[in-house]
């Protein structure tokens, strides 16, 4: 599906994109050391089955970015259900290792975070997510929590969609 195409289904026409963010248990950084790369792997697959499409991703050693198309059909908790589910249970197969880190056999945090798309929005968050693996902290403390980063880009983002609908100018409000 190209960026600006919508998407014809049976007596519909849709154009819906999320970005979904995840973390694991207790943020534990296990997603690495091929872990990152299978996850990927698994996810492509789920979405080849449940017949939705992957815009854009990046696994990080703690947490999953994703911009899904999705029809309309899909509710969105039983799809994260499905991705969490079918990725933690073949990371466990496959990186046992993880378990150590890990108790109580959970891979993934049960919160998770979904922001709506605009085609307007939609190429900011491909590069939002695209960047992930390249910022640099500089090792002084943690990083912005996830939750936080989206709050704040949601704020600038929708703000100024929101003050360009009323005729504003972003610029000058």
């Known amino acids: 599906m190209d960026k600006n195409k919508l998407t014809y289904g049976r007596g519909y026409v849709y154009s819906?994109?999320?970005h979904i963010v995840w973390c694991t248990k207790y943020r534990r950084?296990?997603?690495?050391?091929?872990?990152?790369?299978d996850c990927k792997v698994l996810l492509r697959k789920l979405a080849q089955e449940y017949r939705f499409r992957i815009s854009a991703m990046e696994?990080?050693?703690d947490h999953i970015h994703l911009l899904i198309d999705a029809s309309p059909q899909f509710c969105i908790p039983n799809m994260i259900k499905i991705m969490k589910g079918g990725t933690a249970r073949k990371l466990f197969q496959?990186?046992?290792?993880?378990k150590q880190k890990l108790w109580g056999g959970h891979l993934w945090n049960p919160s998770y975070c979904v922001v709506t798309v605009s085609d307007r929005s939609r190429e900011m968050v491909e590069q939002y997510?695209?960047?992930q693996k390249e910022k640099e902290w500089g090792g002084k403390g943690r990083p912005p929590r996830d939750l936080a980063r989206l709050q704040a880009y949601d704020r600038e983002v929708l703000d100024a969609d929101h003050i360009r609908l009323q005729g504003g100018d972003p610029e000058t409000s």
Do not use: C, F, N, R
């Not at 950084?29 to 790369?37: E, H, N, P, S, Y």
């Not at 496959?94 to 993880?98: I, K």
């Open 29 to 37: 950084q296990v997603l690495k050391d091929g872990a990152d790369t």
């Open 94 to 98: 496959l990186h046992p290792e993880m």
């Open 129 to 131: 997510i695209d960047s």
């Open 16 to 18: 819906l994109q999320y």
């Open 59 to 61: 696994v990080m050693p």
